[in-house]
Antibody
Framework: EVQLLESGGGLVQPGGSLRLSCAASGFSFSSYAMSWVRQAPGKGLEWVSSISDSGGSTPYTDSVKGRFTISRDNSKSALYLQMNSLRTEDTAIYYC????????WGQGTMVTVSS | QAGLTQPPSVSKGLRQTATLTCTGNSNNVGNEGAAWLQQHQGHPPRLLSYRNNNRPSGISERFSASRSGNTASLTITGLQPEDEADYYCSARDSSLNVVVFGGGTKLTVL
């Protein structure tokens, strides 16, 4: 079964850090570029970052540049998002998804940044 | 990183046809086309169409996408109650090397 499973979300204070993981199964993970997309409560979808299949290209949305780092381990079929200096406005469900077509999505993991 | 423009809401009757629009520019929608995603409350998004009208397997032929210039459209025929959802468009901006989403359209089936 084709599947993406996110983990690592939780409650963190402003200024804190979290590392999200996304485990892929059922498809050739190393052949796909991947993305993180987030959705704040009651809001629309927002692209956060993408990573090419080899990991050599990693664009970010402006609001997370310098704070978030996307990475991948193709040997483990895993995608990561290291989030530092978290802000209240980073509160959202974080989804991982395949690129370029966004054809496979995980169920999401909730990140809450609050004091 | 300006997003794509979608109408916030559209309402249509059962078995009618709805057309949702998504406007960008020549660097995003006008260049590589748009993807369309459907999201029901409490669920992750689901891909309906990629690069204008490539439907994944399992997506009904009632969903069809097109593009004219910098505007992409999603047409849903024979509206059913289960079509009531939020619909998002997305495209890659080739000049900025980023991905942009529309704000989403809430489709209500009356």
């Amino acid at each position: 079964e084709v599947q993406l499973l996110e983990s690592g979300g939780g409650l963190v204070q402003p200024g804190g850090s979290l590392r999200l993981s996304c485990a892929a199964s059922g498809f050739s993970f190393s052949s796909y570029a991947m993305s993180w997309v987030r959705q704040a409560p009651g809001k629309g979808l927002e692209w956060v970052s993408s990573i090419s299949d080899s990991g050599g290209s990693t664009p970010y949305t402006d609001s997370v540049k310098g704070r978030f780092t996307i990475s991948r381990d193709n040997s483990k079929s895993a995608l990561y998002l290291q989030m530092n200096s978290l802000r209240t406005e980073d509160t959202a469900i974080y989804y991982c998804a395949t690129r370029p077509a966004f054809d496979i999505w995980g169920q999401g993991t909730m990140v809450t940044v609050s004091s | 990183q300006a997003g794509l423009t979608q109408p916030p809401s559209v309402s249509k009757g059962l078995r009618q046809t709805a057309t949702l629009t998504c406007t960008g520019n020549s660097n995003n929608v006008g260049n590589e086309g748009a993807a369309w995603l459907q999201q029901h409350q409490g669920h992750p998004p689901r891909l309906l169409s990629y690069r204008n009208n490539n439907r994944p397997s399992g997506i009904s032929e009632r969903f069809s996408a097109s593009r004219s210039g910098n505007t992409a459209s999603l047409t849903i025929t024979g509206l059913q109650p289960e079509d009531e959802a939020d619909y998002y468009c997305s495209a890659r901006d080739s000049s900025l090397n980023v991905v942009v989403f529309g704000g989403g359209t809430k489709l209500t089936v009356l």
